[in-house]
Protein backbone atom coordinates (compact mmCIF):
# COMPACT_ATOMS: atom_id res chain seq x y z
CA UNK A 1 0.00 0.00 0.00
CA UNK A 2 1.13 3.14 -0.86
CA UNK A 3 2.69 5.18 2.29
CA UNK A 4 1.06 8.73 3.36
CA UNK A 5 4.29 9.55 5.50
CA UNK A 6 7.89 8.27 4.26
CA UNK A 7 11.06 9.52 5.52
CA UNK A 8 14.59 8.81 3.78
CA UNK A 9 17.67 9.67 5.43
CA UNK A 10 15.91 12.40 7.65
CA UNK A 11 18.57 14.07 10.01
CA UNK A 12 17.70 17.13 11.88
CA UNK A 13 21.23 19.06 13.52
CA UNK A 14 20.57 21.66 16.36
CA UNK A 15 23.94 23.22 16.71
CA UNK A 16 26.80 20.48 17.31
CA UNK A 17 23.98 17.86 18.55
CA UNK A 18 22.00 15.63 16.35
CA UNK A 19 18.40 15.02 17.26
CA UNK A 20 17.47 12.74 14.32
CA UNK A 21 20.01 11.03 12.55
CA UNK A 22 19.58 8.69 9.75
CA UNK A 23 15.85 7.40 9.97
CA UNK A 24 14.06 6.21 6.92
CA UNK A 25 10.17 4.83 7.69
CA UNK A 26 6.99 4.94 5.56
CA UNK A 27 3.48 4.79 7.03
CA UNK A 28 1.06 3.04 5.19
CA UNK A 29 -2.56 4.89 4.29
CA UNK A 30 -5.39 4.04 7.25
CA UNK A 31 -3.15 3.60 9.94
CA UNK A 32 -2.42 4.61 13.06
CA UNK A 33 0.80 4.66 14.15
CA UNK A 34 2.28 5.26 17.43
CA UNK A 35 5.36 6.87 17.68
CA UNK A 36 7.07 6.02 20.99
CA UNK A 37 10.47 6.95 22.82
CA UNK A 38 12.25 8.15 26.03
CA UNK A 39 12.33 11.86 26.54
CA UNK A 40 14.85 13.45 23.61
CA UNK A 41 14.60 10.46 21.30
CA UNK A 42 13.98 12.63 18.71
CA UNK A 43 10.02 12.42 18.31
CA UNK A 44 8.70 16.17 17.94
CA UNK A 45 11.71 16.67 15.85
CA UNK A 46 10.45 14.12 13.61
CA UNK A 47 6.91 15.60 13.76
CA UNK A 48 8.23 19.01 13.04
CA UNK A 49 10.05 17.82 10.19
CA UNK A 50 7.16 15.72 8.80
CA UNK A 51 4.53 19.02 9.12
CA UNK A 52 7.00 21.20 7.54
CA UNK A 53 7.54 23.03 10.45
CA UNK A 54 11.38 22.25 10.36
CA UNK A 55 13.88 21.44 8.02
CA UNK A 56 15.93 18.29 7.69
CA UNK A 57 19.50 18.87 7.90
CA UNK A 58 20.25 15.77 6.02
CA UNK A 59 17.36 13.47 3.87
CA UNK A 60 14.10 14.37 3.69
CA UNK A 61 10.36 13.62 4.56
CA UNK A 62 7.04 13.62 2.36
CA UNK A 63 3.67 14.05 3.00
CA UNK A 64 1.08 12.62 0.38
CA UNK A 65 -2.13 15.10 0.83
CA UNK A 66 -2.75 17.44 3.19
CA UNK A 67 -1.23 17.25 6.91
CA UNK A 68 -2.91 18.49 9.84
CA UNK A 69 -0.81 19.06 12.98
CA UNK A 70 -2.05 19.60 17.03
CA UNK A 71 1.38 20.61 19.05
CA UNK A 72 1.72 18.87 22.62
CA UNK A 73 0.49 22.48 24.22
CA UNK A 74 -2.53 22.18 22.14
CA UNK A 75 -2.07 26.61 20.85
CA UNK A 76 -5.28 28.07 21.49
CA UNK A 77 -6.31 31.91 21.79
CA UNK A 78 -7.82 31.84 25.02
CA UNK A 79 -9.70 34.88 24.53
CA UNK A 80 -11.71 33.67 22.17
CA UNK A 81 -15.01 32.18 22.24
CA UNK A 82 -15.60 28.39 20.52
CA UNK A 83 -17.49 29.99 18.07
CA UNK A 84 -14.78 32.74 17.14
CA UNK A 85 -12.22 29.73 17.43
CA UNK A 86 -13.96 27.91 14.50
CA UNK A 87 -14.43 31.30 12.68
CA UNK A 88 -10.53 31.78 12.19
CA UNK A 89 -10.55 28.37 10.90
CA UNK A 90 -12.83 28.56 8.55
CA UNK A 91 -10.82 31.44 7.27
CA UNK A 92 -7.57 30.05 7.42
CA UNK A 93 -8.49 26.48 5.16
CA UNK A 94 -10.11 26.06 2.05
CA UNK A 95 -11.19 22.35 2.71
CA UNK A 96 -12.68 23.11 5.91
CA UNK A 97 -16.02 21.13 7.27
CA UNK A 98 -17.73 23.33 9.22
CA UNK A 99 -20.63 21.06 9.79
CA UNK A 100 -18.42 18.22 10.48
CA UNK A 101 -16.83 20.60 13.20
CA UNK A 102 -20.38 21.75 14.52
CA UNK A 103 -22.07 18.38 15.06
CA UNK A 104 -18.71 17.06 16.80
CA UNK A 105 -18.31 19.87 19.37
CA UNK A 106 -22.27 19.75 19.90
CA UNK A 107 -22.24 15.73 20.24
CA UNK A 108 -19.49 16.91 22.87
CA UNK A 109 -21.74 19.07 24.62
CA UNK A 110 -19.36 22.35 24.10
CA UNK A 111 -20.75 25.31 24.39
CA UNK A 112 -19.75 27.81 21.33
CA UNK A 113 -20.25 30.81 23.35
CA UNK A 114 -17.81 29.89 26.08
CA UNK A 115 -14.19 31.35 25.77
CA UNK A 116 -11.52 28.54 25.29
CA UNK A 117 -9.74 29.61 28.70
CA UNK A 118 -12.55 28.69 30.72
CA UNK A 119 -13.00 24.94 29.12
CA UNK A 120 -11.38 22.20 31.19
CA UNK A 121 -8.24 21.01 29.53
CA UNK A 122 -10.30 17.93 28.14
CA UNK A 123 -12.55 20.26 26.83
CA UNK A 124 -9.52 22.66 25.46
CA UNK A 125 -7.89 19.27 23.33
CA UNK A 126 -11.39 18.47 21.76
CA UNK A 127 -11.54 21.86 20.32
CA UNK A 128 -7.62 21.45 19.26
CA UNK A 129 -8.48 18.56 17.98
CA UNK A 130 -11.64 19.72 16.01
CA UNK A 131 -9.91 22.12 14.44
CA UNK A 132 -6.91 20.15 13.41
CA UNK A 133 -10.40 17.35 12.04
CA UNK A 134 -12.14 19.75 10.28
CA UNK A 135 -9.27 20.90 7.76
CA UNK A 136 -10.16 17.24 6.62
CA UNK A 137 -6.52 16.18 6.37
CA UNK A 138 -5.18 13.02 5.08
CA UNK A 139 -2.36 12.90 7.56
CA UNK A 140 -3.51 13.89 11.51
CA UNK A 141 0.00 14.76 13.57
CA UNK A 142 -0.77 14.47 17.09
CA UNK A 143 2.23 15.35 19.51
CA UNK A 144 1.05 14.00 23.44
CA UNK A 145 -2.43 14.70 22.65
CA UNK A 146 -3.30 12.93 25.44
CA UNK A 147 -0.77 14.66 28.39
CA UNK A 148 -2.12 16.15 31.63
CA UNK A 149 -5.87 14.81 30.71
CA UNK A 150 -7.62 12.72 33.25
CA UNK A 151 -8.77 8.74 32.26
CA UNK A 152 -12.18 10.14 31.11
CA UNK A 153 -10.81 13.22 29.13
CA UNK A 154 -7.98 10.49 27.30
CA UNK A 155 -10.50 7.85 26.69
CA UNK A 156 -12.81 10.32 24.84
CA UNK A 157 -9.95 12.06 23.33
CA UNK A 158 -9.00 8.70 21.78
CA UNK A 159 -12.40 7.49 21.05
CA UNK A 160 -12.73 10.75 18.68
CA UNK A 161 -9.55 9.86 16.76
CA UNK A 162 -11.03 6.01 15.82
CA UNK A 163 -14.37 7.67 14.91
CA UNK A 164 -12.46 9.58 12.27
CA UNK A 165 -10.49 7.13 11.28
CA UNK A 166 -13.40 4.47 11.00
CA UNK A 167 -15.26 7.23 9.04
CA UNK A 168 -12.73 7.60 6.60
CA UNK A 169 -9.28 6.62 5.09
CA UNK A 170 -7.57 9.25 8.12
CA UNK A 171 -3.72 8.28 8.45
CA UNK A 172 -2.73 9.25 12.11
CA UNK A 173 0.80 9.64 14.05
CA UNK A 174 0.78 10.14 17.44
CA UNK A 175 3.05 9.66 20.27
CA UNK A 176 2.80 9.32 24.22
CA UNK A 177 4.79 7.98 26.51
CA UNK A 178 2.07 5.91 28.12
CA UNK A 179 2.48 2.57 25.68
CA UNK A 180 -1.05 1.49 27.55
CA UNK A 181 -3.09 4.56 25.65
CA UNK A 182 -2.05 3.24 22.31
CA UNK A 183 -2.67 -0.54 22.61
CA UNK A 184 -6.32 -0.70 21.52
CA UNK A 185 -5.78 2.15 18.72
CA UNK A 186 -2.80 1.78 17.45
CA UNK A 187 -1.76 -0.50 14.39
CA UNK A 188 1.33 0.49 13.42
CA UNK A 189 4.43 1.18 15.64
CA UNK A 190 7.79 3.29 15.61
CA UNK A 191 9.94 3.27 18.49
CA UNK A 192 13.11 6.21 18.17
CA UNK A 193 15.89 5.97 20.63
CA UNK A 194 18.72 8.18 21.28
CA UNK A 195 18.01 10.21 17.57
CA UNK A 196 17.89 6.63 16.02
CA UNK A 197 14.72 4.95 14.35
CA UNK A 198 14.87 1.41 16.21
CA UNK A 199 11.44 -0.15 15.34
CA UNK A 200 9.54 0.44 12.59
CA UNK A 201 6.16 -2.09 11.63
CA UNK A 202 2.97 -3.34 11.85
CA UNK A 203 1.63 -3.94 15.41
CA UNK A 204 0.79 -7.53 14.56
CA UNK A 205 3.52 -8.45 12.88
CA UNK A 206 6.25 -7.19 15.44
CA UNK A 207 4.35 -9.19 18.04
CA UNK A 208 3.94 -12.19 15.77
CA UNK A 209 7.66 -12.37 15.01
CA UNK A 210 9.32 -12.14 18.75
CA UNK A 211 8.88 -14.67 21.47
CA UNK A 212 8.97 -14.17 24.69
CA UNK A 213 11.30 -17.01 27.01
CA UNK A 214 11.68 -17.59 30.58
CA UNK A 215 13.56 -20.66 31.77
CA UNK A 216 15.28 -22.22 34.25
CA UNK A 217 19.34 -20.21 34.65
CA UNK A 218 20.91 -22.89 33.35
CA UNK A 219 19.99 -22.30 30.18
CA UNK A 220 22.18 -19.39 29.87
CA UNK A 221 25.62 -19.53 28.88
CA UNK A 222 28.38 -17.24 29.89
CA UNK A 223 28.00 -13.82 30.15
CA UNK A 224 28.24 -11.06 27.54
CA UNK A 225 31.01 -7.89 27.67
CA UNK A 226 27.88 -5.96 28.64
CA UNK A 227 26.88 -8.23 31.52
CA UNK A 228 23.82 -9.97 29.79
CA UNK A 229 23.35 -13.21 30.12
CA UNK A 230 23.99 -15.17 26.39
CA UNK A 231 21.99 -17.87 25.95
CA UNK A 232 22.01 -20.55 23.48
CA UNK A 233 20.32 -23.20 21.44
CA UNK A 234 18.15 -20.92 19.66
CA UNK A 235 18.82 -21.56 15.77
CA UNK A 236 18.69 -18.12 13.70
CA UNK A 237 16.79 -15.78 16.51
CA UNK A 238 18.64 -13.15 17.66
CA UNK A 239 18.30 -12.03 21.36
CA UNK A 240 16.83 -8.38 21.99
CA UNK A 241 16.73 -8.27 25.38
CA UNK A 242 18.10 -10.57 28.47
CA UNK A 243 17.88 -10.33 32.00
CA UNK A 244 18.42 -12.99 34.90
CA UNK A 245 17.76 -13.63 38.69
CA UNK A 246 19.74 -16.16 40.49
CA UNK A 247 16.92 -18.87 39.24
CA UNK A 248 15.68 -17.38 35.98
CA UNK A 249 16.61 -16.28 33.13
CA UNK A 250 14.26 -13.77 30.49
CA UNK A 251 14.51 -12.99 27.24
CA UNK A 252 12.95 -11.09 24.09
CA UNK A 253 13.78 -13.46 21.20
CA UNK A 254 13.35 -11.89 17.40
CA UNK A 255 12.73 -14.84 15.19
CA UNK A 256 11.28 -18.35 15.53
CA UNK A 257 14.18 -20.26 18.27
CA UNK A 258 14.59 -23.61 17.74
CA UNK A 259 13.69 -24.01 21.87
CA UNK A 260 14.86 -26.23 24.56
CA UNK A 261 11.98 -28.11 26.39
CA UNK A 262 13.06 -26.29 29.10
CA UNK A 263 12.34 -22.65 27.80
CA UNK A 264 8.80 -21.43 28.07
CA UNK A 265 7.54 -19.56 25.21
CA UNK A 266 4.43 -16.69 25.07
CA UNK A 267 3.88 -14.12 22.50
CA UNK A 268 5.06 -10.60 23.77
CA UNK A 269 2.60 -7.98 24.89
CA UNK A 270 2.90 -4.35 22.93
CA UNK A 271 4.58 -2.51 26.29
CA UNK A 272 6.94 -5.47 26.59
CA UNK A 273 8.48 -4.96 22.98
CA UNK A 274 8.64 -1.75 23.33
CA UNK A 275 10.69 -1.55 26.82
CA UNK A 276 12.47 -4.41 25.56
CA UNK A 277 14.03 -2.40 22.49
CA UNK A 278 13.90 0.58 24.55
CA UNK A 279 16.77 -0.80 26.87
CA UNK A 280 18.86 -2.46 24.29
CA UNK A 281 19.52 0.78 22.11
CA UNK A 282 21.72 -1.76 19.76
CA UNK A 283 18.97 -3.58 18.55
CA UNK A 284 16.55 -2.90 16.30
CA UNK A 285 13.75 -4.22 13.62
CA UNK A 286 13.15 -2.35 11.03
CA UNK A 287 10.51 -4.58 8.76
CA UNK A 288 8.00 -1.62 7.70
CA UNK A 289 9.79 -0.20 4.43
CA UNK A 290 9.92 -3.89 3.08
CA UNK A 291 6.14 -4.29 3.64
CA UNK A 292 4.59 -0.60 2.04
CA UNK A 293 5.10 -0.03 -1.51
CA UNK A 294 6.38 3.11 -3.12
Known sequence: MRPVLEAAGLGVRYRRAWALRDCSLAVPAGRVAALVGPNGAGKTTLMLAAVGLLRPSRGGVRV?????????????????????????????????????????????????????????????????????????????????PLANLDPLARHDVMRTIMAEVARRELTVL??????????????????????????????????DGHVALTGPVELAGGGSPDGKPVAGGLGGAAVVSASRTPRQVALLVRGAPVLDPRWRARRPGLEELVMAYLRSPESAALPGLAGVGA
Request: aromatic fraction near 6%.
Open 174 to 207: LSSHVVSDLEETCDWLIVLNGGRLQVSGGIEELL
Open 64 to 144: RGEVAFVAQDKPLYESFTVAETLAFGRRMNTRWDDRAALDRLGTLGIPLDRKVGRLSGGQQAQVALTLALARRPDLLVLDE
